[in-house]
Structures are given as structure tokens and as C-alpha cells.
């Protein structure tokens, strides 16, 4: 396996929400080339630390933090970093499919677009290469003109991961990408998921403990803004060091 | 009499309330428009459309008032949409939530409240006197921009809120900027909230007299306005100087003014519902 993935790495951080510690104390080295998931209970921070990795907190007002986020070695979080740059190299995909009020074409077009591309028939191959990484190329390959929200579920989210795709980012976050679809979607994703840790690093936030056992390489448990445990996935699933990691994955609480 | 039949008796009883008052709004303007017809489709003919006012009622036609009304729209038009498009955006998508936004926010609501007599006023003292514009379009398009400007404020930070946050982060995450973004998301999609909020507000500056008057709109205008800086009358103010005369002739030129200036409002409220259409239409929710 080459290694095209990038490497993400997280040191003593601290996230607030104004005076409410969201992290505490985070260190995390995820892996390139594999599959990172972030599990623990609502509320736990496992959101909060997949969007730190493409700077989705800014958004909120009362965000703050402490620590250093690396990939690559350079901190994210420094002033010399664009984040419109930094984020056509990490892409995402959101628990609500949310593809947006164009054409199919358009929305896997539109991060090429954004970063000025004019050449069609280059714009044209990399949508093709990119639902087709995706899955999705034989279901739509006829019909690229029409809206993409008259898909299904699965469909819609399967192209919002072509739409990430198609600006051929590194890593890939994925926020409990399938929790608002059917079990035969879910599926499909997650063979998805399999495949594209060939060439990309992936973290995914799962409320599913199936699916992190199924999916990932290694698995972080997050517990009221703590990181418990991070280990590979088998060793957490088979013999968790900590208690509550225990607790979590039997289903004892959460 | 047990629960049940009651409450279905008092959904019935408010089922009847709700017919009676939908009907009574209608029931009225329909009278109205009736009576206007009447009185007024008779004197409407292309004479009537391109006679300069005058002291005989057979005589007066409305070709100044309504060139000036269309002088007054589109100059209105030309200053209040950009403002208040950029002014709305603005308060939503770039300012933080602080103690001055909010202030604004309050300050811009009260405004819409304003009788439009006081923004004549203002209009009279900032446009007429200390910038020198007189009695022109000029200043009357400025005074009704201002007038209507918070309406457009709040019609576009409406329109822009109900994009839903979702497509904002999913064009975010793509790496596109907040401009990026506002041109091609948020704006495609609130387009049509916008546009009705925009030309509702300009078919009321439409049918504004007492600013106008204020800032020194004429009665009577022996031509038609052909720039900015000429003077002028509207349709309403001219409807009003007919209105108060005493020859019954007045009273039916009044009326088939009326039918003209609401046609125009009519057209308007056309133009942005096919608009909205349109425009829903081509985002593909």
C-alpha cells in the first residue's frame, strides 16, 4: 500500500465552547492510508475534534482552543495557513446528505469551479472519475442534468462523496455518514469506505459500534471530552484496556 | 354535551370566523375596484395617456404623472436594491453577534416603522437643501430609496436565513470562500424571497404621496420629466389634486388614474410571483 494519505496529528489540545471545555487534553496520531473512528456517546467531542480538522469550528462564534493540530507536520491553525486551501485537501461528508440545488453534474463540479477551473472536458473527466470512485456513475451517468436532490438518500450522500472527491483531497472526514440512511445505503458506503482508504486517510465519527468494527483500522473512544482510548480497532473491540471502553462497546451506557 | 362535540363545535365556529374574516378583506377591495371601474373605465383612452394636465377635466390627461411614477420607480429601484441586498447580507452572513449588530438590527426594524412623512422631511432638509437637488426626481427617488431601504433589509435577511445551514458548510467544506459561497449558494437560493421582498416594497414607494410632497413634488407639471434633475409629480399626488377639486369631471379623472396607478401595482405584484417561480424552478429544491 503506497502511502498518498496524509498524516494527522494532534497535540494538548484544548476546545472551548466559550467557558464550556468541549476537548481536554487531546493527543491523537492518526495513521495515513486508514480508517480512523471516533466513537463514544452523544456529547462526547467526537464531532467536535472531526471538525477541528478542517477548521469547521470557526463557524461558531464561541469557539476557542489550545494545542497544536498538524498535518503533515505544519499546524493547521496558524496564521500562515488559508483555510479555503487547507480544506480542498480534506474533504467532508455530513450525517444529512446535503447535496446542493443544482444538477448532479454541477455538484460534483462545483469544488473545481470554486478554485477557478475553466477546462470542460477536464471539469467533465474528473466528475466521471469522481462518481465512479463513488459508486454512483452507473446509476446516473445518463442523467447528470437532473436535480440532485430528486435522488435517494443513499444516492444524495454517495454524491456529496463524489462532490468531496472530485477536488482530489488527502483526507477525508466523514461525521456519521450514514446514520440517516437505510441498512442496503449503509452498505454500499461502507464498501465504499473499504476502497478509498487506498488512497486517502479517513476519519469517521459513527454512532454504529458495527460499523466502527466493520470499517476502521483504529478506533478513538471519546468520554465527556476526553480521548479514553485509541488503539487498533481489534484491540479495543476484543480487549479494551479501560473500563469504560468496556462499558461503552457492550452497550452497558451511552 | 361531552368534550369531543364540543371542541368539534368550536372547530367548526373558527373554521366560520376564518372564512368571514378571509373574505371580508376581499369582499371590500372587490367593492372598491367595482366602483373604480365604473366611475373611471370610461374616461381611460389613449388621450387620456398623453394629455398634459389642464383646468378642464375633459381636457387633463396623466402623461406627466405617470412618466414621472415610472422615473421614480426605476431611480428607486436603482439606489434602494443594491443598499439593502448588501446591507441585508452583510447583517447575516458577515457581522458577528455583538452589542452594535444588534443595535442595528433594532434600529433598522424601528425604521420600518417610521411615518413616511418624516423620512419627506428628512429627504426635504439632506437631498433638497444641504445637497442642493431641489424639488428634482432626483431627490424624491433618494427620499423613497430611504424609505423603503429597511424593508428591503429585512425581506433579504429573511430570505437569506431560510437557506438552510447545511449548504452553507457543504460549500464551505469544498474550500469555497464566504463570497463563494453568498454568490453561489446562498444567493441562487434566496434570490426569490429577495425579489418579492424588493418589489413589494417598491409598489409601495409606488404609491407614496406625503414624501413626495414634502420634498416638493408639483401638482401641476407643464412637461414630462426627461432627467434626474427635472421636476415632477407621481400618480398618487396627482390623483389627490383631482380628488380634492370640486367639478364631478375631476372625480372621474381621479378615478381612471386610479385604475392606471393600480394596474401598475397589479403588474408589479405579477413580476415578482413569476420571479419567485422562476427562480425556484432553476435551484431545484
Redesign the interface.
Known amino acids: 500500500m503506497s502511502q498518498t494519505g496524509h498524516k494527522i496529528q494532534s497535540k494538548n489540545v484544548d476546545v472551548f465552547y466559550g467557558d464550556k471545555k468541549a476537548l481536554s487534553n487531546i493527543n491523537l496520531d492518526i495513521t495515513p492510508n486508514s480508517v480512523t473512528a471516533l466513537i463514544g456517546p452523544s456529547g462526547c467531542g467526537k464531532s467536535t475534534y472531526l471538525r477541528l480538522l478542517?477548521r469547521?469550528n470557526d463557524?461558531i462564534?464561541t469557539f476557542s482552543m489550545t494545542g497544536e493540530v498538524l498535518i503533515d507536520g505544519q499546524d493547521i491553525y496558524s496564521s500562515k495557513i488559508e483555510v479555503?486551501?487547507?480544506?480542498?485537501n480534506i474533504?467532508?461528508v455530513?450525517q444529512?446528505p446535503?447535496?446542493?440545488?443544482?444538477?448532479i453534474f454541477e455538484n460534483v463540479a462545483?469544488?473545481l469551479?470554486?478554485?477557478g477551473v475553466k477546462d470542460k472536458k477536464l471539469i467533465a473527466n474528473r466528475v466521471e472519475t469522481a462518481l465512479k470512485q463513488s459508486a454512483l456513475w452507473d446509476e446516473v451517468k445518463d442523467d447528470l442534468k437532473k436535480?440532485?436532490?430528486?435522488l435517494s438518500g443513499g444516492q444524495q450522500q454517495r454524491l456529496?462523496i463524489a462532490?468531496?472527491l472530485a477536488?482530489d483531497p488527502k483526507i477525508i472526514l466523514m461525521d456519521e455518514p450514514t446514520s440517516a440512511l437505510d441498512p442496503i445505503s449503509t452498505a454500499k458506503i461502507e464498501e465504499l469506505i473499504f476502497e478509498l482508504k487506498q488512497k486517502y486517510t479517513i476519519v469517521i465519527v459513527t454512532h454504529n459500534m458495527q460499523q466502527a468494527g466493520r470499517v476502521s483500522d483504529y478506533t478513538a473512544f471519546f468520554y465527556m471530552g476526553e480521548l479514553i482510548e485509541f488503539d487498533e480497532t481489534t484491540n479495543i473491540f476484543t480487549h479494551p484496556k479501560e473500563e469504560r471502553t468496556q462499558n461503552y462497546i457492550t452497550g452497558r451506557f451511552g | 354535551m361531552n368534550k369531543v362535540q364540543i371542541n368539534r363545535i368550536k372547530d367548526k365556529s373558527f373554521g366560520v370566523l376564518g372564512l368571514i374574516a378571509t373574505l371580508s378583506g376581499l369582499i371590500i377591495l372587490g367593492f372598491f375596484i367595482g366602483q373604480i371601474l365604473h366611475e373611471g373605465l370610461n374616461r381611460l383612452d389613449m388621450d387620456f395617456l398623453k394629455d398634459l394636465p389642464s383646468r378642464k377635466p375633459e381636457k387633463a390627461g396623466i402623461y406627466t404623472a405617470w412618466v414621472g411614477t415610472l422615473w421614480i420607480l426605476v431611480m428607486t429601484t436603482l439606489f434602494a436594491f443594491p443598499l439593502g441586498v448588501a446591507a441585508g447580507i452583510y447583517l447575516e452572513e458577515y457581522a458577528?453577534?455583538s452589542k452594535l449588530s444588534s443595535l442595528l438590527e433594532i434600529n433598522i426594524s424601528n425604521l420600518a416603522g417610521v411615518p413616511s412623512i418624516i423620512y419627506g422631511l428628512l429627504g426635504l432638509e439632506i437631498f433638497g437643501r444641504v445637497m442642493h437637488l431641489g424639488n428634482s426626481l432626483l431627490a424624491g427617488s433618494l427620499t423613497l430609496a430611504l424609505l423603503i431601504l429597511p424593508i428591503i433589509i429585512v425581506a433579504t435577511r429573511e430570505a437569506v436565513r431560510a437557506v438552510?445551514n447545511?449548504?452553507?458548510?457543504?460549500?464551505?467544506?469544498?474550500?469555497?470562500?464566504k463570497w463563494?459561497t453568498i454568490w453561489?449558494?446562498i444567493l441562487?437560493?434566496s434570490m426569490g424571497g429577495i425579489f418579492t421582498g424588493v418589489i413589494l416594497a417598491i409598489s409601495r414607494a409606488v404609491g407614496e404621496t406625503a414624501p413626495l410632497i414634502v420634498v416638493g413634488a408639483l401638482a401641476y407639471v407643464p412637461f414630462a420629466p426627461s432627467g434626474p434633475m427635472d421636476e415632477f409629480t407621481v400618480l398618487p399626488i396627482q390623483i389627490f389634486n383631482w380628488i380634492s377639486r370640486p367639478q364631478h369631471g375631476f372625480a372621474v379623472n381621479a378615478a381612471a388614474a386610479i385604475i392606471i396607478l393600480l394596474g401598475i401595482t397589479f403588474i408589479m405584484n405579477g413580476i415578482a410571483v413569476y420571479l419567485r417561480n422562476r427562480w425556484q424552478k432553476k435551484?431545484?429544491?
Open positions: 478542517n469547521m463557524y462564534d479555503e486551501e487547507l480544506r480542498t474533504g467532508m455530513f444529512k446535503n447535496p446542493f440545488p443544482k444538477s462545483y469544488g469551479k470554486i478554485q436535480p440532485a436532490l430528486s456529496c462532490r468531496a477536488v | 458577528k453577534k438552510p447545511s449548504l452553507r458548510m457543504a460549500s464551505y467544506g469544498l474550500g469555497a470562500s463563494q453561489n449558494q441562487p437560493a435551484i431545484n429544491w
